[in-house]
């Protein structure tokens, strides 16, 4: 289990980088590496196979996390165990520090970065879920100049995502909310715990004094072919006082939201179900935090 | 393709060498620098078998190529005890723990160990089943190996108080 | 500890090991740390089809591609070696280490390319082009006892390799006089044993020695002679390096055909070449499957749970390549009943071959599959019944005033007191605060069960089982040899003849040595002999290596000890019925001041020709190979009885688990376990094991499956798919032990490597279904994946409320 042959050069600044993607031949892939935990068990099976890679792992500024007014930023290149364990993360985007808690193994968040999770797009994966229940904004610099992704549309399939082959993602945005108490839940099921989720789910709840619902994310991983919102869901629950009875009969409009496929580890029809289990459970856990 | 010169610190010292950039670190330990106490289970990031430490913090070296470990720091299960012949705290908590049978798993899970140690000197057993869980052991079922990263935490607390 | 027939001075006490210290210093010596100048390197071609034919195969790509040395193919090979070992007397099915004009699984492995290195290897491995035709697989297990299945192997006619009947005691006459029958089918999984390492081997041909030297992390009887008969030279050509540590066996590392790759192209290209699988390899194409076994079983009962009879019929998928893997039919016979007073059993036994993995032998050789095929009856018998699952086993278990006890298929058990060990697992777990325990989880909503399992570890081996399946397998000895020397400083060094993967066999030796000859363990020297050097041995399988090396080791000390006293005798001018010897001194009884020291007879033995006894050889050197002790040596009478293992052991399980029931997931919350294996050599190791193969067993009842779709593509092959639990699966385990000794064995020893592993999956699936019961389900299928348990409940509710 061997790595294909490639071409390695490190960049010093993300200009460089973006003009090393840019200088691909035709038909030649270039690839950036962060942490590698996703790429380099793809490129050992020769599932991946880019003749260059491109190591960002050394350009100044690419990794931090900086709460700004609005949002916290956190550079492509900070590692997953550093966001989970920033204060500014845990206090500002809490739905996301939870999430992180379920990625992988400690060792590969001290080697996995927040970009190269978001940059891969697995269906299963709780970055890119946290990010499109939060409405993150992802910026990428090419040669050209920089461009702005919204999470949601973001992720088009399993492992594909709408960075462009000569892109570079430079910083993921997750909005701060303001106002209101605000509560986070994140639930998934895996056979063993570390691994892919088989499903998650994410709710981020505000609840003003007297305790009714002025916003609510809710989202999906591992039931369609990237994460998904469930936005009729929060319409629903939007407004009201997130009684148990009425999470119920909103968790009804899982089902036309996502659309769950077969593999190895559980059916369609499972998936579906603990769907909505799930995300009844982290509205739940959401709510009782911003409750208390 | 070409390969390259490199250099990084392995256990306190420098070491050079020339590789390809598809070779990866656990390769480049094993094969190049003969440093075989690290073990290689999957080569997909899962086992934990190839576990050291880069910087200081525990990761697994099947999923990093050597060129990238350039100019880093490198501690292996060969780098835990002072010198040759000497064996540190943790292995010697694993010997009397009996914490291993075939011991292929054992450097990955004394890496695993070491680095929860550093940073949490008081762990409680459930904190050193999560610390260990990205290693797989297929000997012992683990019950032996929490016990000795709990007795050397323990031996640690002893010997400051 | 309890119960111990004599107070030891060094076995049965808490003592370090020999091997950890070269391990916790990464100072082991794998199969893959060994670099022999100039090894070359193997990577393999594998079919991506279920069942193909080759039509052709061009390496001419592949043989430019750089540092490129060799491709090798089936045809090749099979021209110039012999098929490798079938246990069963099946002439028709031929194994080849790479496949012969036809493919008959996804991953078998086509072609072998030698290069440089390994990542060279796999360059030019891509560019070997075959040629296929796939054709329609043969899958589902039922489905392979059809006449109209596609054949596996076509020459053999059928997709069945061996199907026998056997009848011991009078099973109709108890089935007329039971009061109710009970009939179910379990299932279980298609899992191994997947230890962390991989095979490797390496392999140098000598032409000028004519020796072939092979380091690999072999656990296999009989390795060098496979080798020899495949290469077709001379056994005594071959120099298996038995200091290799293996990094993980429990059975499988038996890569006999990676072997005869290696160690062809080694000869023909004149060169070192080594093959370590990597993990898709050894997960698809390295032939290391488990038992695939459906179980359909009838139990005859009274209504006071009292069960007399068993019909029995089991159906193994051993693969495409049988190997030794269907003989794990057999095995179990020694203990087809389990601890229960059964007085008769009918099995029918069905390998079958498939378009799968081959399949090899797995801890416990078909005893984990049996054990839980057993206890899921029991379970069952207790619920038809109403009686309570732990009152039902105590009136069925056989007491400990009733050894040694017969079951039906001739053995004899040699002793225990299941009664007692169940007694103290149910102290050590609490039985009462854990049934409150669950009912308040219960009550709380939740789903919670507690496993009950009773189980027997047959130890020691003994492969006359194989005659049951093979009437031309008329093996009746597995010996196990030790050689001990005391050098002329008085040092003692024990020779042992096989490998080691983790059971601790240097500590084994030395520890025995040192209670026999009351010299303190950590001075004793192990050494593992290679196969030239060696004595005979049939390898650490079986759990049978406390039992039978232990013994070699217990009586070649006691022959060193005898004549060191012959000797003290001669030189004190006494009789030798008046030396006594304690702790390194040999002394004139009653005249503790007349005496020689150890060292001084060391050195009468080797230097003093003028000062030894009379006919005397001189130095001390002795070795014992040993047959099994118990066995009668014999072939089975007509009845096909006989005495299979000598030694049982006994555990009893109690595992607690919580499964949520919105997504079918279980927590293995507690486990709490007794275990009796007689007399405990090094109390840490034998807790090791058992703790550790219980956490196999857990692998087996949850999580671990090699999955193929129905077309026979294989859906399993790396760690992302083929689960193996990690510490957060697996609770603290808490165990107590039990002492019985064996009467057969040196010290009461009996095997203790497998225990943990034949109890455990019949004891999660307990409490799984416990946990169930409420709902009014019962699963019998392994694993119980948490999908398979979700969808129960949902069915079960929608039932309910539609
Ligand atoms: S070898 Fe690196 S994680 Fe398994
Ligand atoms: S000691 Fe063998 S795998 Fe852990």
Redesign the interface.
């Known amino acids: 289990?061997?790595?294909?042959?490639?071409?390695?050069i490190?960049a010093d600044s993300v200009a460089a980088a973006c003009a090393a993607l840019a200088a691909a031949g035709p038909g030649e892939e270039r690839k950036i590496?962060a942490g590698?935990?996703t790429l380099?068990?793809l490129?050992?099976?020769r599932l991946a196979r880019p003749a260059l890679?491109v190591?960002i792992?050394g350009i100044p500024g690419l990794d931090g996390i900086e709460a700004r007014d609005s949002y916290v930023a956190i550079g492509a290149m900070t590692r997953q165990?550093a966001a989970e364990l920033s204060p500014a993360v845990r206090d500002a985007v809490p739905l996301l520090a939870r999430a992180l808690r379920f990625v992988?193994?400690?060792?590969?968040r001290?080697?996995g970065t927040v970009g190269g999770s978001l940059v891969h797009g697995d269906p299963s994966a709780e970055i890119p879920l946290a990010a499109v229940a939060l409405d993150a904004e992802l910026e990428a610099e090419a040669t050209g100049g920089k461009r702005t992704y919204a999470a949601a549309s973001f992720f088009e399939g399993p492992m594909v995502t709408a960075i462009a082959p000569d892109e570079c993602l430079v910083e993921a945005r997750f909005p701060v909310w303001n106002g209101g108490r605000i509560g986070a839940g994140f639930q998934e099921v895996a056979s063993r715990?570390?691994d892919f989720a088989i499903v998650a789910a994410a709710a981020q709840v505000a609840l003003d004094g007297g305790g009714t619902c002025t916003r609510i994310a809710a989202a999906l991983g591992g039931v369609a072919p990237g994460p998904v919102r469930i936005a009729a869901l929060e319409d629903a629950l939007a407004g009201t006082r997130l009684e148990d009875g009425a999470i119920d009969a909103a968790l009804a409009s899982v089902g036309g939201a996502i659309e769950p496929d077969d593999d190895l580890h559980a059916t369609a029809a499972y998936r579906g179900r603990v769907a909505e289990v799930l995300l009844g459970r982290a509205i739940r856990e959401a709510r009782d935090e911003a409750r208390a | 393709?070409?390969a390259?010169d490199i250099s990084l610190t392995v256990n306190g010292e420098i070491r050079r060498a020339n590789v390809?950039?598809?070779?990866?670190l656990v390769d480049l330990l094993?094969?190049v620098l003969g440093?075989?106490?690290?073990?290689?289970?999957?080569?997909?990031?899962?086992?934990?078998?190839c576990?050291i430490l880069?910087d200081g913090?525990?990761?697994?070296s099947?999923?990093?190529?050597a060129?990238?470990a350039?100019g880093h720091e490198v501690t292996?299960?060969?780098g835990?005890?002072d010198g040759d012949g000497e064996?540190g705290d943790l292995?010697?908590a694993?010997?009397?723990?009996?914490a291993?049978?075939?011991?292929?798993?054992?450097?990955g899970m004394?890496i695993?160990g070491h680095?929860l140690l550093a940073e949490n000197p008081a762990p409680d057993?459930g904190e050193?089943?999560?610390?260990?869980?990205?290693?797989?052991?297929?000997?012992?079922?683990?019950?032996?190996?929490?016990e000795a990263i709990a007795l050397c935490a323990a031996r640690r607390r002893e010997g400051e108080g | 500890m309890s119960g111990h027939g004599a107070n030891y001075r060094y076995v049965s006490r808490k003592r370090?090991?020999k091997?950890?210290?070269?391990?916790?210093?990464?100072?082991?010596r794998?199969a893959?740390?060994i670099?022999v100048p100039g090894m070359k390197h193997v990577a393999l071609v594998a079919s991506p089809h279920p069942r193909a034919n080759i039509l052709s195969i061009d390496a001419t790509r592949a043989l430019e591609s750089p540092g490129v040395h060799a491709v090798l193919t089936g045809d090749e090979l099979a021209a110039e070696t012999a098929p490798l070992f079938n246990g069963l007397d099946i002439p028709e099915v031929k194994w080849f280490p790479l496949a012969v004009g036809m493919s008959r699984y996804a991953g078998e492995w086509v072609a072998a390319v030698v290069a440089d290195s390994r990542?060279l290897a796999e360059d030019a491995a891509e560019l070997v082009e075959v040629d296929y035709e796939p054709l329609p697989a043969a899958v589902e297990i039922e489905s392979l006892l059809e006449p109209d299945s596609p054949l596996v192997h076509p020459g053999h006619g059928s997709n069945v390799l061996v199907r026998k009947t056997f009848e011991w005691g009078p099973v109709e006459a108890d089935f007329a006089k039971s009061e109710r029958t009970l009939t179910y089918r379990a299932r279980w999984g298609r899992s191994s044993?997947?230890?962390?390492?991989?095979f490797g081997v390496v392999s140098r041909w000598d032409p000028i020695r004519e020796i072939l030297d092979v380091w690999a992390s072999i656990q296999m009887p009989n390795y060098q002679e496979q080798i020899a008969n495949s290469l077709g030279i001379p056994t005594n050509s071959i120099r298996v390096h038995n200091d290799v540590?293996?990094?993980?066996?429990?059975g499988v590392k038996r890569g006999i055909k990676h072997t005869v790759i290696t160690a062809y192209l080694a000869r023909k290209l004149g060169m070192p070449v080594r093959l370590i699988e990597?993990?898709l390899d050894n997960m698809s194409g390295g032939d290391a499957h488990g038992p695939d076994r459906l179980f359909d079983v009838t139990l005859a009962f009274d209504g006071d749970g009292t069960i007399r009879s068993m019909k029995l019929r089991a159906i193994d998928d051993v693969g495409a390549y049988p190997g030794r893997g269907p003989l794990q039919l057999g095995k179990p016979i020694t203990a087809l009943v389990g601890p229960y007073r059964l007085s008769s059993v009918a099995y029918e036994a069905i390998s079958v071959t498939s378009n799968k993995t081959g399949q090899v032998p797995v801890r416990g050789f078909g005893q984990s599959p049996t054990n839980f095929m057993i206890e899921t009856g029991i379970d069952l018998v207790a619920r038809r019944l109403g009686i309570d699952r732990i009152e039902l086993r105590r009136r069925n278990l056989i007491r400990s005033d009733e050894f040694p006890w017969r079951i039906p298929t001739g053995t004899e058990y040699d002793s225990g007191d299941y009664h007692a060990v169940l007694a103290k697992a149910l102290a050590l777990a609490d039985y009462d605060a854990l049934v409150a325990r669950r009912d308040a989880a219960r009550a709380a909503g939740r789903l919670a069960g507690i496993g009950i399992a009773a189980c027997l570890e047959p130890g020691g081996g003994n492969n006359i089982f194989e005659q049951l399946l093979n009437e031309k397998l008329e093996i009746t000895t597995f010996v196990e040899s030790c050689l001990m020397r005391v050098d002329m400083h008085g040092h003692v060094t024990a020779v042992m003849s096989t490998t080691t993967?983790?059971?601790?066999h240097e500590t084994l030796i030395a520890t025995i040595a040192g209670e026999e000859l009351e010299r303190d363990p950590d001075t004793i020297r192990v050494t593992h002999a290679d196969s030239l050097e060696a004595l005979p041995t049939r390898s650490p399988v079986a759990s049978r290596m406390a039992i039978v090396l232990g013994g070699a080791t217990s009586e070649a000390a006691r022959k060193i000890r005898a004549k060191m006293v012959r000797i003290a005798a001669h030189n004190l001018g006494v009789g030798e019925d008046r030396v006594e010897y304690q702790a390194g001194t040999f002394f004139v009884r009653g005249e503790p001041a007349r005496k020689l020291e150890w060292n001084e007879i060391a050195s009468i033995a080797h230097r003093q020709f003028h000062r030894l006894p009379p006919g005397a050889e001189p130095c001390l050197q002795e070795f014992s190979v040993l047959q099994v002790p118990g066995a009668s040596g014999q072939l089975p009478n007509e009845k096909k009885e006989i005495q299979l293992y000598p030694c049982f052991s006994f555990q009893a399980h109690i595992p607690y688990v919580e499964i949520d029931p919105g997504t079918g997931k279980v927590e293995v919350l507690d486990y709490a376990i007794g275990h009796d294996c007689g007399t405990v050599i090094n109390p840490?190791?034998v807790?090791?094991?058992i703790?550790?193969?219980?956490?196999?067993g857990v692998g087996a009842a949850l999580y671990e499956k090699f999955a193929y779709d129905g077309d026979g593509q294989f859906l399993s092959g790396?760690?992302?798919d083929y689960l193996?639990p990690?510490?957060?699966e697996?609770p603290?385990?808490r165990d107590v032990e039990h002492c019985t000794p064996s009467p057969r064995t040196s010290l009461g020893q009996k095997g203790s490597g497998e225990g943990?592993y034949l109890g455990a999956p019949a004891a999660v699936a307990s409490a799984v279904n416990d946990a169930l019961a409420p709902l009014g389900i019962s699963l019998s299928e392994l694993p119980m994946r948490l999908c398979d348990i979700e969808a129960a409940i949902h069915e079960k509710r929608t039932e309910r409320n539609g």
């Open positions: 289990m061997k790595a294909a042959e490639f071409d390695y490190r590496i590698g935990q380099v068990p490129m050992a099976m890679l190591d792992d165990r992988g193994h400690v060792q590969t001290n080697r715990r570390g | 393709m070409t390259r390809m950039p598809r070779m990866t094993r094969d440093l075989t106490g690290t073990h290689i289970g999957c080569e997909h990031g899962v086992c934990g078998a576990s880069l913090v525990p990761v697994r099947c999923l990093i190529f060129v990238q350039d292996t299960v060969e835990l005890a064996i292995q010697d694993f010997w009397e723990c009996h291993m049978q075939c011991g292929y798993c054992t450097p004394l695993a680095a057993t050193i089943r999560e610390a260990i869980s990205g290693n797989l052991c297929r000997c012992t079922g683990y019950t032996q190996i929490v | 370090r090991t091997e950890d210290r070269r391990f916790i210093a990464g100072k082991g794998f893959a740390d670099a990542y044993t997947v230890p962390i390492e991989t540590d293996v990094g993980g066996s429990y990597d993990r993967s983790g059971q601790g840490d190791i807790r090791g094991m703790v550790g193969g219980l956490a196999h790396s760690f992302v193996l990690s510490s957060h697996i603290i385990v943990g």
